[in-house]
């Protein structure tokens, strides 16, 4: 009886090893046919890139459609060795049908930044390189990509802001012109010269090289305020050199207003005390 139980078992033993070793060769294939895709799918998405930038295609649409091509290409290759494992394109077809439905609701906020994705890429409301704001953050767009895109703000934090949002709110592109209309506002003193503190002003603008001449610039009486007359001035300067003239022009307001005799009102309070025995 031992004898035959031994044989039983050398008989399965011998038919079960080629199994176990063509079942782990298989894997091993599978492995490096993996590694080699891996391989082919990043060549072969940076070639497609170096072709698409060749096209002088917008950066934020490159990278979009380079993401696109690469998760589709790893599906492909996932596909091709799983069906080394006996899996059909019937049992992956029923898979996806029948697991549609609960990917799209598990999934809703992903295909909402993938729709995004899409109406940002077809209507292009901004490109890599311009300075958005949205939803409270703000920065220059780094990357586009298939959910969300990448902004850098000035302190250089990263803000990852899904292409959802994007879509569905209201974004200012602060950069889409090559000029910018500069508003600065001062007030003077009621005592001061009116037409003294405008010619200063007007000055300032005809001096600073960056303000584009040859826009229409203004300076005008906004406001009779509480604690002083409001002047505004505005002129055009080009995108890049928005703040550094701002910054410049109200650091000038201040040094010729002190060397022109004209004084920049403050809120003042007078408090007067009476003591009871006065009453």
């Not at 002088?56 to 290759?77: D, N, R």
């Not at 394109?89 to 930044?113: C, D, K, M, R």
């Not at 250089?156 to 709110?169: M, S």
């Amino acid at each position: 009886m031992i004898k035959n139980w031994f044989y039983s078992l050398s008989d399965y033993a011998g038919a079960a090893v080629p199994a176990l070793v063509a079942f782990l060769l298989k894997v091993i294939l599978c492995i490096v046919v993996y590694l080699i895709g891996r391989k082919v799918i990043a060549w072969l998405t940076n070639t497609i890139r170096s072709m698409l930038e060749r096209t002088k295609m917008q950066e934020g649409a490159v990278t979009f459609s380079c993401s696109m091509i690469k998760i589709l290409l790893y599906c492909i290759l996932v596909l091709g060795i799983a069906m080394q494992f006996g899996v059909t394109e019937t049992s992956v077809a029923a898979l996806v049908a029948s697991a549609g439905v609960a990917i799209g609701l598990a999934f809703q906020g992903g295909l909402s930044n993938l729709a995004g994705g899409f109406l940002l890429l077809v209507f292009q409301p901004f490109h890599v390189g311009d300075y958005i704001i949205t939803q409270g953050v703000e920065g220059t767009v780094q990357k586009i990509e298939i959910m969300y895109t990448t902004l850098l703000t000035y302190d250089t934090r990263k803000v990852i802001v899904p292409n959802g949002t994007l879509a569905d709110n209201v974004m200012v592109n602060v950069t889409a012109a090559d000029r910018r209309k500069l508003e600065v506002k001062v007030s003077i003193s009621y005592r001061d010269d009116l037409q003294k503190a405008k010619g200063v002003l007007e000055r300032l603008i005809l001096e600073n090289p960056d303000v584009i001449k040859e826009e229409e610039h203004i300076v005008f009486v906004s406001e009779l305020g509480e604690n002083g007359i409001v002047l505004g001035m505005r002129c055009f300067v080009p995108t890049a050199r928005y703040y550094p003239v701002l910054w410049q022009m109200n650091e000038r307001i201040k040094t010729e207003f002190d060397r022109e005799g004209l004084h920049i009102p403050y809120p003042q309070m007078d408090v007067h005390v009476v003591r009871a025995n006065d009453e």
